[in-house]
Antibody, heavy 122, light 107 residues
């Protein structure tokens, strides 16, 4: 059974940093691209970042480019999102999501974690 | 960026109704269109990918169609568990954008 478990969310002041983690199980983690998708309170979904299975290629939404860094440790089956220079508008539930396609990327997300809430406020 | 616009933003329907949700892309995206269902407090769930391919485990009352810029999600006979918010997503080009959502409520 595929499971994705996020952690690391919390309350942080504007300008602060936070690192999210997503621990995966139930599939061969290194074979799949992984993504972060966020949802501000009461709002819709926003794709944030993606990383290929081998970790060699990464993608970012313009809204987070230069502030967020996606990475993965395939030996630990864990995905990360380092978030720096946080702003109020980054407040959201952050989901990690697995790509549908093995050995590639479709940017279609077939399994999601339960989400972790990041609140940026003074 | 490709803008995805869903209509309506919300709708009220009864159990057994046929429901259609529309998604329009700001430019042609071929068939690179997915649909997700999200229930309150839960993560989204992939229903349909590549416009019309039903994800494993999704009931056959859900179907998708379209190409180019105009796409539809149809629920042939609405069930109590289908009351949720539905999102379309384009996977044609980065950033992979979502529609604003359509909330399906009980009439």
């Amino acid at each position: 059974e595929v499971q994705l478990l996020e952690s690391g969310g919390g309350l942080v002041q504007p300008g602060g940093s936070l690192r999210l983690s997503c621990t995966a199980s139930g599939f061969t983690f290194s074979n799949y691209a992984m993504n972060w998708v966020r949802q501000a309170p009461g709002k819709g979904l926003e794709w944030v970042s993606a990383i290929y299975g081998g970790g060699g290629s990464t993608y970012y939404a313009d809204s987070v480019k230069g502030r967020f860094t996606i990475s993965r440790d395939n030996s630990k089956n864990t995905l990360y999102l380092q978030m720096n220079s946080l702003r109020a508008e980054d407040t959201a539930v952050y989901y990690c999501a697995k790509d549908l396609v093995e050995y590639g990327s479709s940017f279609s997300f077939d399994f999601w974690g339960q989400g972790t809430l990041v609140t940026v406020s003074s | 960026d490709i803008q995805m616009t869903q209509s309506p933003s919300s709708l009220s329907a009864s159990v057994g109704d046929r429901v259609t949700i529309t998604c329009r892309a700001s430019q042609r995206i071929s068939s690179y269109l997915n649909w997700y269902q999200q229930k309150p407090g839960k993560a989204p769930n992939l229903l349909i990918y590549a416009t019309s391919t039903l994800q494993s485990g999704v009931p056959s009352r859900f179907s998708g169609s379209g190409s180019g810029t105009d796409f539809t999600l149809t629920i042939s006979s609405l069930q109590p568990e289908d009351f949720a918010t539905y999102y379309c997503q384009q996977t044609f080009s980065s950033p992979w954008t979502f529609g604003q959502g359509t909330k399906v409520e009980i009439k």
